[in-house]
């Protein structure tokens, strides 16, 4: 395996002044990798800085706000013209529907695009990734650390958006039925099982940002320029995804199935769109997590 020169030579010179016991072939007596960058360490780390507690906190407020926007911004008790927009007030359930509608083109990809673009490009902008690699860390812990905790953040996040909607939309619009446009009706026991499986294939869906985020963010020593690629990926997929005359070309694009857990709002569900964007996600999420990986196992870390 190899080792970092530079780090042999920091626990040599600790070995002198009795504070590491180094054995013959250099290694350091008692060292385990799986001891070091614990994840609830790096979890932890990751939840005081600003930024998460800023994402989590407008998540939180958000579904407040657009209740606000719907109790002060409409002329009184007016007819429903069968829209999302105008379903969204008629129970729980559709408030969280119009709620993930209203943040699942770009909101939730940008925040999934900031926690992992931001992961190791953040490290490496404040010339700490060096250190943590001669610590030792090795490159594929550390990577597999710092990409788990970005997933449990960013599944978080995901849930926490709907998980308060549904609270809001309960005390303000009841625990009805969900209505769809087509006008199935789902009991809300069923809708709550809809919207568990919203979730699960919003967080399958968005495994194409992460890896892409995550191929940028150990492609580049800048958090913004891995975060802001990934939302242009993202922003170009969907522009194309409105050009017709691609056709058959547009099914091929990460973005196309982003809103097809929008048929688990349906007494005969169609499993199809749902399969075909979680297999899609899962290609190009796997894709891009294997050029991260072979792009920082051979980087050479400077910063």
Known sequence: MHTDPAALETLAEAAAHETLEVAPDGSVVGYRARRTLRLRVELTRQLRRRRVQLILGFLVLLPFILWAAFEFGTEGGGARSGGFVDLATSSAPNFVVFALFATGSFLLPMIVALFFGDTIASEASWSSLKYL???????????????????LLSLFAITLLPAVALGVGVVFYGAGEALSPTGDAIPFDKAMVALVLTICYLAIHLLWVAGVALFLTVSTDAPLGAVGGTVLVAILSQILDQITALEGLRNYLPTHYAFAWS?????????????????????????????????????????
């Open 133 to 151: 690699l001669a610590m030792p860390i090795p490159r594929h812990r550390l990577m597999r650390q710092k990409a788990i905790t970005s997933a």
């Open 263 to 303: 048929d688990l709002i349906s007494t005969d569900i169609d499993w199809s769109n749902m399969a075909a964007g979680a297999f899609s996600a899962i290609a190009y999420g796997a894709f891009f997590g294997l050029l991260a990986w072979r792009r920082f196992r051979t980087k050479d870390i400077t910063s």
